[in-house]
């Protein structure tokens, strides 16, 4: 039997869901969530409020972002167990493994688990936004035999992030650096973790197993894992002859350089990764030390002259959280934690409206 239905390898390009939550619109080179534009969202916005327009959306006024602020710093508290379970888990685990344990803590003390109305929804979201940047930091802290921090609620969400990151309550620019990122990986349309997440909400399944999937799925170095492996690379590589040498040999033994290329983007530069090199530019030039900078720019140049491609966030996340402090195995996690939101957005949309995701296949085995 043959179908009439193209088999299409890695779905590219196939239209997988309809949305109102965002578009990546190559042809006006604009990434749009919910209407606006992520680039200009990110100049005059922070992330709470590109958080409120995904799940709202709408913008917050200032009331209701105060309310909002109020509401998430009530439930940033995580239950004393979940870090008796972190401390139980092998030492070597990634901790976006702890972070995925930590979520699956959560759906246990859900009270409505079989609840899936938007209301409810929109609720565990709020709590998870809350919760997700002390479960991120304290599953890393525990793995590395550190205690668990508290969060503080003095401080804004995202500078209270970076705070119990780094130990320090940061500066007036590290925390508008830190939440621009933040708001930069807030949502993406439809990259594989969404895909995923949809997936397992399209069979009625909750929206803790849904976001347990899409985190194995961000962590795959193809994916979110690009960041940490980017910095793995600069900090091996040492200097801008190192990195231009090493980028060399690895496109002669035809290697996947991460923080380059997209699915979408392939043959442009990610408008999100511009905005993060500005960043990482002010810090450089506020330290006066210009080594990371320059040595991406050597990077960048190199891939665009040998293979036509660009940087994508990723690339310039990954020195910009160097730059912040940030441990390495913490980037990845951090990125889960901004797309919490967005992610939590599409399963909320994908009960509404939802269809069973079961594909069928190209079988190329025996009959
Ligand atoms: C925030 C994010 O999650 S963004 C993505 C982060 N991931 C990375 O940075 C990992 C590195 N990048 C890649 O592996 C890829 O570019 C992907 C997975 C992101 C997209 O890949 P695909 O859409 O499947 O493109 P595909 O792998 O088919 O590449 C097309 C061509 O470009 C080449 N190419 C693509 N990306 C790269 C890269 N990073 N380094 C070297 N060559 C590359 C491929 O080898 C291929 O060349 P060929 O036609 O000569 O064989
Ligand atoms: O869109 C993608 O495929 C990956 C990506 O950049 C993201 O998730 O931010």
């Not at 990482?280 to 040595?295: F, S, T, Y």
Request: glycine share 6%.
């Amino acid at each position: 039997m043959k179908t009439n239905i193209d088999f299409v390898p890695g779905l590219e390009g196939v239209i997988a869901a309809e949305t109102a939550i965002s578009l990546l619109d190559t042809e006006q080179e604009k990434i749009i969530l919910r209407g606006y534009d992520l680039i200009e969202l990110s100049q005059q916005y922070d992330y709470l409020d590109v958080a409120h327009l995904l799940l709202e959306g709408k913008l917050p006024n200032s009331e209701e972002k105060s309310e909002m602020e109020e509401k998430l710093k009530a439930e940033y508290h995580v239950p004393t167990f979940v870090n008796d379970v972190f401390s139980l888990l092998p030492k070597r685990l990634h901790p976006m493994d702890g972070l995925r344990t930590g979520l699956s803590i959560l759906a246990g003390i859900d009270k409505n688990m079989d609840d899936r109305s938007i209301e409810v929804n929109k609720n565990r979201a709020y709590e998870l936004l809350a919760k997700l940047p002390t479960i991120t930091v304290n599953s890393y802290r525990i793995l590395t035999n550190d205690e668990p921090i508290s969060p503080r609620k003095d401080l804004p969400y995202s500078a209270n992030f970076l705070y119990m990151i780094t130990g320090k309550v940061p500066s007036e620019q590290e925390m508008e650096i830190f939440d621009r990122s933040l708001l930069l990986y807030s949502e993406h349309e439809m990259p594989n973790s969404t895909f995923t997440a949809r997936v397992i909400a399209s069979t009625q399944s909750d929206l803790y197993g849904s976001l347990t999937g899409a985190v194995a799925s961000l962590k795959g170095n193809l994916h979110g894992g690009a960041n940490e492996a980017v910095m793995h690379m600069l900090l091996k590589a040492k200097t801008v002859a190192g990195f231009e040498k090493m980028l060399m040999d690895k496109l002669e033994r035809k290697e996947k350089i991460m923080g380059f290329g997209h699915r979408v983007y392939m043959k442009k530069m990610d408008p999100r990764a511009s905005i993060m090199k500005e960043s990482l530019k002010q810090l450089c030039e506020k330290k006066g030390d210009l080594l990371l900078l320059e040595m991406c720019e050597a990077g960048e140049k190199i891939m665009e002259e040998e293979k036509g491609l660009y940087p994508n966030l990723d690339y310039y996340a990954a020195p910009v959280y160097w730059m912040l402090g940030i441990p390495i195995a913490l980037y990845t996690p951090i990125f889960f934690s901004a797309r919490t939101v967005g992610l939590c957005a599409h399963v909320i949309e994908q009960h509404q409206n939802n269809r069973l995701f079961r594909p069928r296949v190209h079988y190329i085995g025996e009959r």
